[in-house]
T-cell receptor, first 115, second 114 residues
Framework: AQKVTQAQTEISVVEKEDVTLDCVYE???????LFWYKQPPSGELVFLIR??????QNEISGRYSWNFQKSTSSFNFTITASQVVDSAVYFC????????????FGKGTRLHILP | ETGVTQSPTHLIKTRGQQVTLRCSSQ?????VSWYQQALGQGPQFIFQ???????GRGNFPPRFSGLQFPNYSSELNVNALELDDSALYLC?????????????FGPGTRLLVL
């Protein structure tokens, strides 16, 4: 069965601190895709990144970076030098390679960046 | 912004009523997926429409139904509303047929069932 676990329900850090959001996934497929989405208070899910299971290269985009490790089935997300605007709920998600329909989401981590 | 729009933004219904939610997909996209997000939870897949047909369905009862129109916009219909149907309903559009494509989400419709 496919599953995404975000063990951190809520995190609070002071602005400018670095913060890492954890994500552990389960799937039997060898081909799959992992995502991170941000959900600000407005409710819209904002796409951040998509990685396929064959690409374990870590990625950096500005203050955001992602660490994909197949050996531990983890796809962690780090925000460097956090800002108040980073406050949101962040979802890690999984989609199996042979299906184009559903994305399976974790329960999300609510991130508070304190000024 | 993704270009995916949803209407209405908020809706209040009573138990037993029926509701229709609407979604316009991003330009160039041919697929719409619907998700239900209960308070404090991650979104859960309801179903997906591609070429005006259902292309996959999650674990939701038949009283959740949908349509896709020739212009790729979509409707989600829920009959016999229950209190537990209160949630944020999100639609996402994507382009099927070129391998795995990312789903881009709209702002959602907040439904409250009293």
């Amino acid at each position: 069965a496919q599953k995404v676990t975000q063990a951190q329900t809520e995190i609070s850090v002071v602005e400018k601190e670095d913060v890492t959001l954890d994500c552990v996934y389960e799937t039997r497929d060898t081909t799959y895709y992992l995502f991170w989405y941000k959900q600000p208070p407005s409710g819209e899910l904002v796409f951040l990144i998509r990685r396929n299971s064959f690409d374990e290269q870590n990625e950096i985009s500005g203050r955001y970076s992602w660490n994909f490790q197949k050996s531990t089935s983890s796809f962690n997300f780090t925000i460097t030098a956090s800002q108040v605007v980073d406050s949101a709920v962040y979802f890690c998600a999984l989609s199996e390679g042979n299906r184009d329909d559903k994305i399976i989401f974790g329960k999300g981590t609510r991130l508070h960046i304190l000024p | 912004e993704t270009g995916v729009t949803q209407s209405p933004t908020h809706l209040i219904k009573t138990r037993g009523q029926q509701v229709t939610l609407r979604c316009s997909s991003q330009s160039g996209h041919n697929t719409v997926s619907w998700y239900q997000q209960a308070l404090g939870q991650g979104p859960q897949f309801i179903f997906q429409y591609y070429r005006e047909e259902e292309n996959g369905r999650g674990n939701f009862p038949p009283r959740f139904s949908g349509l896709q129109f020739p212009n790729y916009s979509s409707e989600l219909n829920v009959n016999a509303l229950e209190l537990d149907d209160s949630a944020l309903y999100l639609c996402a559009s994507s382009l099927l047929g070129r391998g795995k494509e990312t789903q881009y989400f709209g702002p959602g419709t907040r439904l409250l069932v009293l």
